[in-house]
């Protein structure tokens, strides 16, 4: 004795007709309407909405969407990807990437400063500037609480460039200072 209403095909039609106006590296204004630990949602006209994925916000470390937007934001991104009617977006890309300077700077066995930004599973990363990060990997120290105890998050470092790689935006340091 029930009655069950769906919304889901006119909706459906009007969205697909919604998102044929627009194509792949088209660059949209919109507006924040949510942020969300994996990203943020943006308005793109009424009935489309997209998605800015957290590693697509910036080219440094997003830990927290939220210090990167708030709701009501207005924002300025490029389409990276339709599919099934839903809109992926970027707004890295609109900036300038910072491994491209950094293939000028930096080479393999450079010693470079680094701050420790993250702890992960592999090791520490330290950013030796602005979206530019390497790997200080684990097995250098042995066991994850000789790395702690070594590298303090914050704190800056010097590092030996063991691994660069900037076209695949990969780097891998190794600890230059004294091992507690």
């Known amino acids: 004795g029930k009655l069950i209403f769906s919304e889901t095909e006119h909706n459906q039609k009007e969205k697909e007709e919604i998102v044929a106006k627009y ?5 949209v204004d919109g507006e924040i309407t949510g942020v969300v630990d994996f990203g943020a949602f943006m308005k ?18 997003v830990d927290n969407p939220r210090k990167f937007f708030t709701v009501g934001d207005k924002v300025k991104a ?7 009617n839903k ?16 293939e000028k700077k930096y080479k393999k066995d450079d010693t470079v400063r680094g ?20 790997l200080v990997h684990i097995s250098e120290f042995g066991t994850e609480e000789k790395l702690r105890g070594t590298l303090e998050l914050g704190k800056t470092y010097p590092f030996t460039i063991t ?18």
Do not use: C
């Open 115 to 134: 701050a420790v930004i993250k702890f992960n599973k592999y090791g520490a990363l330290a950013s030796i500037e602005e979206g530019v990060a390497g």
């Open 87 to 102: 809109v992926s977006l970027s707004v890295k890309v609109l900036k300038e990437n910072p491994w491209k300077g950094a």
């Open 78 to 84: 490029q389409i990276i990807e339709i599919k099934e």
């Open 44 to 61: 793109i006209e009424e009935g489309l909405e997209g998605l800015i994925h957290i590693s697509e916000m910036d080219w440094g470390l």
């Open 163 to 180: 691994l660069f790689e900037p076209k695949e935006q990969r780097m891998t340091l190794s600890f230059a200072g004294e091992k507690k």
């Open 23 to 27: 194509h792949l590296g088209m660059i």
